[in-house]
Each structure stands twice: as structure tokens, then as C-alpha cells.
């Protein structure tokens, strides 16, 4: 009997960690580990996500603009572009109340022993300055006026998926306004560029188990149990508010304004959850997303494709959670008192950072870098967070995904096409 992709995915993330693990209690720092790393696993894993990132550009454009033409007309653009945008504010703005209230609470940064603090800030300084190159994404007015590229193709080739989805609506709106013959035509090869798209995505999908069983062994032969056990408070704390979210907060939403069963939501987006988990990224998750959506939940494809495309990169809940979290414990580690008015500032900040944070592994990071800076604490904390930031980015991603695809199931009521 052939497993289901999603059995066998789970089966390469238990394989990958649990083996990953063993090579570590047995190996540690050998040489030969170190180079069955380096030389088999990592670029398997690497290769995996390469390919899933090959065809991020040509689905968002193409589905972007498809599910923006294919609604008809502006009003109906406008309707559920308002939708989404008040999902996004509410939604996100709980989940960074949310951490902020549990770090508060629980005080994870706070009764470490002075030679406990020490060996965890030996080295931080240095393995930050992996991180210092990155770029925090821009907030406020500059964000509104960047989002629009000057150069769409620059934009695709930098990576800014906010310029390219701004770029792909307004062709989807040329589309909707345009009533030629050619303009047909031209939605005829966007409606092909987008079924190659999800046809070379089913073959590179069917790979998963394998690229998802490399990295993560690449990932617990590197790490171990030292760093998870020193913050362990930690990772509890953010394991636990995003749990909160997923199953609370999600469920409610999906229940009582979507009107779906929250039994039947997450059964139908099982396969899109382990694929943000083992990915740790929102664009690689997109192609399955956008199936579990169309095939599983039965949501109306003009609506789908535009609220996950638009949420890959503007509805990432978890990593606006994550980062308040991070900010305060890192804040509660160095003992930089915060008031309620720099943690408002906190929570303001990781709202807009969690609209405009590259839907990419560790794409938040900068962005706690940035946030650090403007309270006081020293930059060099992000360094404590890297040994666990994957298990911890693989998680939030879960919740981003989850969130994007919960937003599609609430804002597709009432809409032409939604399930009753």
C-alpha cells in the first residue's frame, strides 16, 4: 500500500531528526561527520529548497495575477483586499499581545546564574555578525512608497515579494480592465505559466521526504541537546504562545467567522503545516498551500490564490509573535528594563515587521536586530538565539501558514464559489 505524501514527510522529519541526533551522541565534532555534512546532507537539503524557491517568482506573479482577474471586478478586489488587510491587523496584533503577555508572565530571561549568562553570551558577538549584513525591512511611509518597484524584474531578482506581488496585482488589474481579445490571450499564458508552475511543483513536492529527512539531519547533527537544554525557557515560551495561537486563536477565527469546522481545517492542511515545518519558509509552502486550499478545503481559486500569494509575505503572525517575544527576553537576559511604552513601541514595530519580513529561513532576524537597537539592548543577543532559531523559525513558519490559509477560509465567505 503506497503512504500518502504527508506520512511520508512526517517519516523523513522523524528519520532526518532522530538520525541526526544519533550521529551526534555518537560523533560529536568528527571530522567525518563534519564532512558527510557538508558534502551529502546540507546540499541535499539546500538543493530541496532551491528548487521549491526556482518557482516562487513565476506562481506568485502568475497566480497573483490570475486570481485578481479572474474576480471581475474592482469592487470585488476591494472587498476582499479589506478583508484581508483587517484580518492581518487584528490577527497579527493578537499573537504579538499574546507573547508579550507569556514573556511578562513567565520571565524567561530572568534567574540565569552569572556563569550560566556567561557561557551563553561567550561567542554571541561572533555568531551574530552572521546575521549583520541582513537588511530590516522598511516601515511606515518608506514602506508604502518601496513597495511600488521602479524595475519589477529588479525586484524578482533581489527577492522583495512585496514589489512583486504589488507588480502582479496591477497587472491582474489591467487584466480585469483591459476587454480584448489579446488581453485574453495573455490571461491564457499567465493560466499556463501558472499550470507548469504547479506541475514542476508536484514533481518537486514528490521529493520532499528525501530533502526534508537531509535537512534535518543536517540541523540536529549539527545542534544537539546543549543549546535546546540552556533555553529550554525560551523555546518553551515561544513554543507555547504559538501553540496558543494555532489551535485558539486560529480555531476561533475559522469557526466563527469563516463558519468551517476546525476539525476539518486542520485535517485539510496537514500536508501545507509539516511542508512550512520542515521548509521553515512561507514562499516555499505556497505551491502546497495553494493546493490544500483549492483540493482539501474547497475554497474558490480567485480567492485563494490572492490571499495566500498577498499572506506569504504580508501575514506572517508567528514571525511578528516571535519577534516580541525574542526582543523581551533578550531585553529580561541583559536586564534593560523596558516600559509599557517602549513594549507598545515593541508590539507596533513587530505588527509592520511581520507584513514586510521575507517569507525565507531566519527572514526575521534583521528585524529583531533592528528592533533591538532602538531599546537599548545590545545587538550582540541575537547571537544567543541562533543555536535554536531553525526549530524555532520551522514553528513559527507552521503558524504562518496556517494563518495565510485560516485567512483564506475566513475571508472567502460570502464570496461566489466559498463552501457552505
Do not use: W
Amino acid at each position: 500500500m503506497r503512504l500518502p505524501l504527508h506520512t511520508k514527510m512526517l517519516l523523513g522529519v522523524g528519520t532526518g531528526a532522530l538520525s541526526g541526533l544519533i550521529a551526534f551522541k555518537a560523533a560529536g565534532d568528527s571530522p567525518g561527520l563534519a564532512s558527510f555534512i557538508k558534502y551529502v546532507t546540507q546540499p541535499a537539503g539546500q538543493i530541496f529548497l532551491r528548487l521549491l524557491f526556482m518557482l516562487v517568482v513565476p506562481l506568485i506573479f502568475s497566480a497573483l495575477a490570475l486570481g485578481v482577474a479572474g474576480l471581475g471586478d474592482l469592487k470585488s478586489l476591494g472587498r476582499i483586499g479589506l478583508k484581508m488587510l483587517a484580518y492581518t491587523a487584528v490577527v497579527s496584533t493578537i499573537a504579538v499581545f499574546l507573547g508579550v503577555f507569556l514573556v511578562n508572565v513567565l520571565r524567561p530571561g530572568e534567574g540565569m546564574s552569572d556563569e550560566m549568562r556567561a557561557r551563553l553570551t561567550a561567542g554571541a558577538a561572533q555568531r551574530a555578525a552572521t546575521i549583520s549584513t541582513g537588511t530590516a525591512p522598511k516601515t511606515g511611509l518608506e514602506l508604502m512608497i518601496q513597495i511600488v518597484p521602479d524595475n519589477p524584474l529588479k525586484a524578482a531578482v533581489n527577492g522583495d515579494m512585496l514589489a512583486v506581488m504589488f507588480f502582479s496585482l496591477m497587472v491582474g488589474v489591467g487584466l480585469s480592465l483591459t476587454r480584448t481579445d489579446a488581453a485574453r490571450r495573455f490571461e491564457e499564458v499567465l493560466q499556463g505559466l501558472y499550470d507548469v508552475t504547479m506541475r514542476l511543483i508536484d514533481f518537486v513536492i514528490s521529493l520532499a521526504p528525501y530533502g526534508v529527512a537531509a535537512l534535518l539531519f543536517t540541523l540536529t547533527a549539527q545542534l544537539g541537546y546543549e543549546i535546546l537544554g540552556q533555553l529550554a525557557r525560551y523555546v518553551f515560551v515561544v513554543v507555547l504562545a504559538l501553540s496558543i495561537h494555532q489551535f485558539i486563536v486560529y480555531s476561533a477565527a475559522v469557526k466563527l467567522v469563516g463558519r468551517m469546522s476546525p476539525v476539518f481545517f486542520f485535517k485539510g492542511i496537514e500536508e501545507a503545516m509539516l511542508t512550512a515545518f520542515s521548509t521553515a519558509s512561507s514562499n516555499a509552502t505556497l505551491p502546497t498551500a495553494l493546493k490544500v486550499a483549492e483540493e482539501n478545503l474547497k475554497l474558490p481559486p480567485t480567492v485563494s490564490r490572492f490571499v495566500l500569494t498577498l499572506g506569504s509575505t504580508a501575514n506572517q503572525n508567528g514571525t511578528a509573535l516571535f519577534e516580541g517575544v525574542t526582543v523581551l527576553f533578550l531585553a529580561q537576559f541583559y536586564g534593560v528594563p523596558l516600559s509599557l511604552g517602549q513594549q507598545a513601541m515593541v508590539v507596533l514595530i513587530c505588527v509592520l515587521g511581520g507584513i514586510g519580513t521575507a517569507g525565507v529561513p531566519a527572514g526575521s532576524i534583521p528585524v529583531v536586530a533592528m528592533i533591538l537597537g532602538m531599546v537599548g539592548v545590545p545587538g550582540e543577543g541575537i547571537g544567543l538565539i541562533l543555536g535554536v532559531d531553525r526549530f524555532l523559525d520551522m514553528c513559527r513558519t507552521t503558524l504562518n501558514v496556517t494563518g495565510d490559509l485560516a485567512a483564506a477560509v475566513v475571508v472567502s465567505r460570502g464570496e461566489p464559489g466559498a463552501p457552505t
